[in-house]
């Protein structure tokens, strides 16, 4: 990010689409950006048809214009790739380019994302107009960063793919006879004997071999990861100081976005906040938390926002005032160095309509724009953030594959929930002023004093070795219930539960109990608690009891434990404790962690974390609060001092700058 931020500060801006518009627009619309402090534009993002309206003949006069207004205006620009949305005439001439659903139904031209990701026709075709635009702009003064795709997330089922995914197969297990004893073909006669019976999970009578399934959510990540790298590959070749990205989508289960997250320049999101619902502002900060630990810790770009209402829910509510500027602010805060929205003018036609924009449909001369202008340039005050940590002594552990692993069919309980169980186990350290990294099974854990692993359904023997270790060597663990079930072939670790990690933990499981309604516990003090939906039927081996489970068949059973490993604290949760329980829980972890938050005292919906030198506050409450501060700064954002307390009215940001810093 620091090439892209260099000389221009935070980045402010959004999806451009001038196609769209008569010319006689564009000369308005770069007026108007160059007003709003607008100092980076995505361009050609859905463009494909335009710029080749057949096959082989370019039309890159428009582009020419537009990129030449944006460099003239000062205003750099995000060429995308365009090939999320091929035009009408591949799927017309090629209908093997189109996908195919898990039922067999061809998926046909008309809306967007109209590929198969396996397709050698679609992807040639890729290439192409990749190399075109890449060997035409290379030099351009406007272009600061190419986008490829578009949130990528396509799956298809054709012939083709699946020949592709018994080449993929024959890579992983070299014969059909480690195939077979990997996938555990001995269940339901489903032994294969030849390579052409192998094909992608289609529909089925009945439930799918998870193990097939789990290598076909590898499989349909990896390819479009490769479509990634090939377009990536070709843009390098011609601009190898030009960074590259493309947008993600947060919590997004079709494509592990670690395995993408190392093979961009620059991480980017687009994030869809649900509006009033009581915990978004946790999950929002959450998502960011992990596009951060997707960048390594460095700098990301939102990438897409709304200023307002979008088109795509049941009910769109639009955004009381204020509230994209604290949405907004927020991503500043947890590491942001861009922040972009779709898009930059409503649309008059097509599907998002409805959709907010920086400029909507009554033009900009309406309340909305002249927010867009004022936070466009607030933003400027706040450009020595830009670079900055955010720095974190707690790491929350989240893997794709247990993911997709834990919520196959045929579990004991839908209501366990991966990225739920993440949020819930979030919410305490959210509302503390605890900031976390999220960070993938693999990861170094060395610099953190708390890790928390709300679950870990499936764990190899190495990320298990890992995890022992940390806690032996000094670290502070807790692992929340159904983790280490599996192993990376998803078959169950026979034994008592968690397999992997019962000597670390001192404590271990022989039944997985679903429950019918909350369940009554109580602490090792006597205070009672409520969890839900589940329990397990657990031991102490060598684990200290904290809490116990009060009635029904397991009452007087253990229900969280706590363990001296080595020179560390393992815990271990054998159930779902509700909210006042995980407040509870994660005050006893961060103090035997040695870890406390920001400030010693937040009043409720108040977020605080720090960037840099900087404290962000962020009121996300209906009313105005008073936040005790425990040392003199400014508020960049006013210029206005602050010393023993700060006041925020509802939807309102500070972000305090220590005084002596200013000297």
């Known amino acids: 990010m620091h090439t892209l931020t260099e000389g221009r500060g935070l980045l402010f801006g959004g999806d451009y689409n001038p196609e769209q518009w008569p010319e006689e627009v564009w000369k308005q619309d770069a007026e108007l950006m160059r007003a709003a402090g607008v100092n980076l534009v995505t361009v050609g993002v859905f463009s494909w048809a335009r710029l080749e309206p057949e096959p082989g003949r370019h039309d890159f006069g428009w582009l020419d214009r537009v990129l030449d207004l944006m460099a003239e205006h000062g205003i750099a620009v995000d060429l995308a790739v365009p090939t999320a949305s091929p035009p009408p005439w591949l799927g017309h001439r090629w209908p093997q380019t189109l996908p195919v659903d898990e ?70 297990y070299g014969d059909l006879a480690t195939l077979n004893e990997a996938w555990g073909t001995t269940f339901w006669s489903q032994g294969y004997g030849d390579w052409a019976e192998v094909v992608p999970p289609r529909r089925a009578p009945y439930i799918i071999n998870p193990t097939q399934r789990l290598d076909w959510w590898r499989f349909c990540s990896g390819e479009l ?10 843009l390098r070749a011609r601009t190898p100081d030009v960074p590259v990205t493309t947008n993600f989508m947060g919590f997004f289960k079709r494509v592990d976005y670690w395995s993408f997250a190392g093979e961009q320049d620059v991480v980017s999101n687009d994030c869809y906040p649900e509006p009033g ?28 926002q709304s200023t307002s209402a979008v088109n795509w829910r049941e009910h769109n509510l639009p955004k009381p005032p204020g509230q994209f500027r604290l949405e907004s602010l927020q991503a500043v805060a947890r590491g942001a160095d ?37 936070h466009g340039q607030e933003l400027r ?24 692993a834990l919520e196959d069919r045929g579990r004991p309980s839908d209501r366990l929930n991966a990225v739920d169980q993440l949020l819930s186990y979030y919410v305490p350290f959210f509302e503390r002023g605890v900031s976390v990294d999220v960070v993938p099974p693999d990861a170094d854990l060395s610099a953190y004093a708390l890790v928390v692993v709300p679950n870990l359904f499936l764990v190899g023997d190495r990320d298990a070795a890992a995890l022992t270790a940390y806690v032996n060597g000094g670290g502070v663990l807790v692992v929340g219930p159904f983790s280490g079930v599996v192993d990376p072939n998803a078959h169950i670790r026979t034994g008592r539960f ?53 009635g029904g068949d397991l009452a007087g059973e253990p229900a969280i434990l706590r363990h001296r490993s080595g020179e560390g604290v393992a815990w271990y949760v054998g159930t779902m404790p509700g909210p006042d329980a995980l407040a509870s829980l994660a005050g006893r972890v961060l103090a035997d962690a040695g870890v406390s938050g920001v400030l010693d005292e937040l009043p409720p919906g108040v977020e605080a974390v720090r960037r840099g030198e900087v404290l962000f506050l962020l009121n996300h409450g209906a009313t105005t609060v008073r936040v005790p501060i425990p040392d003199p700064g400014v508020d960049l954002l006013t210029g206005s001092p602050a010393e023993g307390h700060v006041t925020l009215a509802p939807r309102a940001v500070a972000a305090l700058r220590p005084e002596v810093a200013l000297a």
């Not at 046909?108 to 050698?120: A, D, E, L, M, V």
């Not at 990861?225 to 070709?234: M, N, V």
């Not at 409520?530 to 329990?535: C, F, K, L, Y």
């Open 381 to 404: 005050r706040l450009a020595g953030v830009a670079g900055e940590p955010v720095p974190a002594r707690v790491a929350m552990v989240f893997g794709w594959e247990s993911w997709w």
């Open 498 to 550: 968690p397999a992997p990690l019962r000597e670390v933990l001192g404590a271990s499981g022989e039944e997985w109990l679903p429950a019918s309604g909350p369940v009554a516990c109580r602490w090792d003090g006597g205070a009672a608690f409520q969890a839900e939906s589940w329990t397990e039927l657990l031991r102490s081996d060598g684990a200290e009891v904290v809490a116990e489970f009060a």
């Open 338 to 374: 861009g922040l972009c929205y779709f898009q930059w003018r409503a649309s008059r036609f097509g599907a998002e309509r409805f959709h907010a924009a920086m400029v909507p449909h009554a033009g900009a001369d309406t309340q909305l724009h002249a927010a867009v202008r004022e």
């Open 225 to 234: 990861l490769a479509h990634f790298r090939e377009q990536r590959d070709i």
């Open 103 to 172: 039922g067999g139904h061809r998926l046909w031209y008309g809306s967007r994302n109209q590929f198969c990701p396996s397709s050698g026709l679609y992807r040639e075709r890729s290439q192409s107009i990749t190399t075109a635009l890449a060997d035409r702009y290379a030099a351009h003064p406007a272009l600061a960063m190419w986008h490829v795709g578009n949130e990528y997330g396509e799956v298809c089922h054709c012939d083709e793919s699946a020949g592709a995914f018994r080449a993929w197969l024959r890579e992983r």
């Open 277 to 304: 619902h009581p915990l978004t502002p946790a999950r929002t900060a959450l998502t960011h938390d992990l596009m951060r630990g997707l960048a390594g810790g460095r700098p990301w770009l939102l990438m897409e």
